[in-house]
């Protein structure tokens, strides 16, 4: 245990393949991704991590991850984002993995979405066209 890790948060992603029909549903998605929804074998990933897990000595469970990448940690607003920076009207923007990562760890370990600090080099995206 190079790093010292004794627990590992997974995100329980049952039920997303829920809803996929494309009658039902106000966003209508494509055929295909229905189909990838539909297909995923969600138990596969989880099973082989915990086999290794347990075989180094550490722990894996499962958490909710509902909200956690809608949810500004500072006031209770939810919206999608579709750009790589999430911004909320209250002030508050972060970069959506960082923000989708942090509300995640904030919920599994305090319980709660809350404002956590990190503080990380900004990120410049470079685009080949």
């Not at 760890?105 to 990380?120: C, N, P, Q, W």
């Amino acid at each position: 245990m190079e790093n010292e890790v004794i627990e590992v948060a997974f995100g329980d992603v049952d039920g997303v393949q829920r809803n996929t029909s494309r009658l039902k549903k106000k966003k209508v998605r494509r055929r295909t991704t229905n189909r990838k929804l539909s297909n995923w074998s969600f138990g596969k990933v989880y099973a082989y991590l915990k086999y290794k897990m347990e075989a180094e000595g550490m722990k894996i469970d499962k958490h909710d991850e509902s909200f956690t990448t809608q949810q500004c940690p500072c006031c209770p607003r939810r919206r999608k984002e579709s750009s790589r920076i999430y911004t909320c009207t209250c002030g508050y923007s972060n970069h959506r993995d960082i923000h989708g990562a942090s509300n995640f760890f904030a919920k599994t370990f305090y319980g709660e979405i809350r404002v956590l600090d990190f503080s990380l080099k900004p990120t410049k995206y470079l685009r080949i066209a």
